[in-house]
């Protein structure tokens, strides 16, 4: 982390400035480990996965017909053709087609020596030792074959280093056949909740209590993001309690996110004990919700640190701008901005000069596909519900003095389970 983080004193921090200097927490990717194909899901590639093989391995039939050789001399192919065999899928010929030949072929099956093109059977007529081709003219040389290597050729970077493997890519490795990858370790992220009057769902409810809703909504955000979950539980507000498990943490976590009892005018503990673990920096970031935040290296490896706000919908908020680039840093993934559409405001927004507001929509696609999007309504960065009903973070920037009716406004959208 470069000294400038810890020496951003009172100055606001505009949100594309904090999400590159948050990300210089992360010095370098997590050391790489070699996984079986089967417990290869969500994980980072780190290495490029190169072909051993020509994906196809053989020029092959595209369709359930007959494979013949295209006689050279001809523009178009003669109607009668001699059938002298058969190549079904996982079967091959090496005997050569001869003059007028051709063998029956199923899709997939290679084709054999010289037989460059293939006619669907709907286009055939059957006879005792022959096929007769109905339409000859509409035959192309070269048709219904695919050529080996078309997909990918031996030597080529199928995925570079840095892919994440979903449903896809897991596919496109196993037809590789590499059966093993080398990717990186899963990040191991530390989190707890922190406040006197925070209470694990399932214990009663004191009067003045409130139930921990943050530790799952981080836990759901990590699972999506490829971590590992510590869940360290709920701390009191209590300074030595704190340096105990910020400690404990830094010795054994990738990354330590806490929530809550980071803002202005808390007890001076919190502080005090994220002071005394490791060297810390409280910002003052020019966003709605997500204030304050706390960040920086914990322990003698130099943990990245996240001190997010309480309320839990600010929590959300501030893990997708700054904790995501981390986790993709840590992971060895190319550090982007997030994802972001332009839609149609259906509604006046309000947000301020010189802040970036996040409020909850919901996006939708008219009926000639143009892009609209409505909020969901309060927006208090405590209403988890809003977040609920929402499928995307409507996103206004420092320019921006909230949004008229019909203008457009960038979204980022929320990717929720279907
Ligand atoms: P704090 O930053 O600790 O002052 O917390 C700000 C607000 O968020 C307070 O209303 C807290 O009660 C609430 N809060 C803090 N932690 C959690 C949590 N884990 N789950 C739900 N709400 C929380
Ligand atoms: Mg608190």
Not at 166 to 193: C, K
Not at 256 to 267: K, L, P
Request: glycine share 10%; proline share 7%.
């Amino acid at each position: 982390m470069t000294l400038s983080c810890f020496d951003l004193g009172e100055r606001m921090l505009p949100v594309a400035e904090a999400r590159t200097r948050l990300a210089g927490l992360v010095e370098a990717p997590l050391s790489a480990e070699r996984v079986a194909l089967g417990e290869l899901h969500g994980r980072v590639l780190a290495e490029d996965a190169v072909s051993p093989i020509d994906v196809p391995q053989n020029t092959n039939a595209a369709m359930d017909g007959i494979a013949l050789a295209w006689p050279a001399t001809h523009v178009e192919i003669p109607g009668e053709w001699r059938v002298v065999g058969e190549v079904l899928a996982g079967q091959r010929r090496d005997e050569a087609l001869g003059a007028g030949e051709c063998v029956r072929i199923t899709t997939g099956a290679p084709l054999p020596p010289g037989a460059d093109t293939v006619i669907m059977l709907e286009q055939l007529e059957e006879r005792a030792e022959t096929v007769v081709v109905n339409h000859p003219e509409r035959v192309r040389p070269g048709q219904n074959v695919r050529q080996a290597g078309e997909d990918i050729p031996e030597g080529q970077t199928a995925l570079p280093a840095g892919t994440r493997l979903g449903a896809a890519e897991l596919g496109l490795l196993a037809s590789l056949g590499l059966a093993r990858a080398s990717v990186h370790r899963r990040p191991r992220v530390a989190i707890f909740s922190t406040g006197d009057e925070v209470t694990a769902p399932g214990e009663p409810l004191p009067p003045a209590g409130i139930h921990d809703a943050n530790r799952y909504t981080l836990a759901g955000l990590l699972t999506e993001q490829g971590a590992e979950l510590m869940d360290l539980g709920i701390l009191p507000d209590d300074r030595e309690a704190m340096i105990d498990a910020l400690s404990d943490a830094a010795g054994r976590a990738d990354m330590v996110i806490t929530s809550g009892g980071v803002s202005v005018g808390h007890a001076d503990f919190t502080r005090a004990a994220l002071e005394a673990v490791g060297r810390l920096a409280f910002w003052r970031i020019a966003i709605r919700p997500g204030r304050p935040l706390a960040c920086g290296l914990l322990g003698e490896h130099k943990v990245p640190f996240l001190g997010l706000p309480g309320n839990p919908v600010a929590v959300m908020v501030t893990f997708l701008q700054f904790v995501v680039p981390l986790l993709s840093k840590l992971q060895g993934r190319p550090v982007r901005e997030p994802g972001r559409l332009t839609a149609i405001t259906d509604e006046a927004l309000k947000s301020r000069l010189d802040r970036t507001d996040y409020l909850r929509g919901c996006y939708y696609a008219d009926t000639d596909g143009r892009l609209h999007v409505c909020s969901t309504g309060a927006q208090g960065s405590g209403i988890l519900s809003s977040m609920v009903a929402a499928n995307c973070l409507i996103e206004l920037t420092d320019d921006r003095e909230g949004a008229a009716p019909g203008e457009t406004v960038s979204i980022q959208p929320l990717h929720r389970l279907p």
